[in-house]
């Protein structure tokens, strides 16, 4: 677990900035009738007009290689979906827009989903609670709390509302690379895993299902769906444990943080 400087905070706070701005202008696209090949095309050139580089892009993992500058996941799709031609947004779809970009040597990571002009009640209370359930977590983001306190408000949080937890793919540690320790599940007790330190940084990423936790891998061997088929939602921030507390770093430019209350 790597413990931050302020040289280092200072540019990983730029780098994420980058990439809220990044998915913000992507979102303020998102209507009826969009490909999600020019979402994706969209979000190179606003990465390209701010300076910064996708940490998406050509990602390998093993013979493996992403082909996109974001990730687009529509409806039942949880994570890491790939922008096409062929898949077009339509009136109650929601997609999780996720952005991740690098700026001067460092990473900035945060994901939003939204819907699609008008959606179904109890989807929109899906979305609803999975922002709610990521800010519950970033309120536990205090030095001396174990990342198991962060795990466990989110887990708290969806599982009340009836929805379920995906258990394969959890929020990390983020800097030079990607992905850092510590790893942060989105369930667990809150004695559960490593302490936190002032100066670490966070990805907290809750990602859930309305159905079932379980998911099935894509033909593409990129994109996660849900197993049973029902629709996901992800929400994520960039986080710096603080001297005060949790400080959320994936401000878009021109923009304050949301106040965590």
Request: glycine share 10%.
């Amino acid at each position: 677990m790597i413990v931050r400087n302020e040289e280092q905070y200072n540019a990983i706070k730029e780098a994420a900035q980058a990439a809220a701005t990044v998915l913000d202008r992507m979102c303020a696209l998102v209507v009826p009738g969009m490909n999600t090949y020019d979402l994706d095309q969209a979000g190179r050139r606003f990465m390209e007009e701010i300076g910064c580089e996708s940490a998406c892009y050509q990602y390998k993992v093993g013979s493996r290689i992403f082909p996109s500058w974001t990730c687009l996941s529509v409806n039942d799709e949880v994570v890491h979906g790939i922008g096409t031609l062929e898949r077009v947004l339509k009136e109650g779809d929601v997609i999780s827009v996720d952005v991740c970009t690098r700026y001067n040597g460092y990473i900035g990571d945060n994901c939003r989903t939204i819907p699609v002009g008008r959606v179904d009640p109890e989807l929109q209370r899906l979305l609803d609670v999975t922002e709610e359930s990521m800010y519950d977590g970033i309120k536990n983001a205090v030095a001396g709390n174990k990342v198991g306190k962060i795990s466990s408000a989110v887990q708290k949080k969806v599982e009340r509302a009836g929805f379920s937890v995906i258990r394969d793919f959890v929020g990390h540690g983020v800097g030079r690379t990607l992905h850092e320790e510590p790893q942060i599940p989105n369930f667990g007790r809150p004695n559960d895993y490593q302490r936190l330190k002032r100066g670490m940084v966070l990805c907290i990423e809750p990602m859930v299902n309305m159905g079932k936790h379980k998911i099935a891998m894509g033909e593409d061997g990129w994109t996660a769906l849900s197993a049973d088929g029902s629709p996901s939602a992800h929400f994520e921030h960039t986080v710096l444990v603080g001297e005060k507390g949790p400080e959320i770093l994936t401000v878009p430019e021109g923009k304050t943080a949301p106040a965590l209350v």
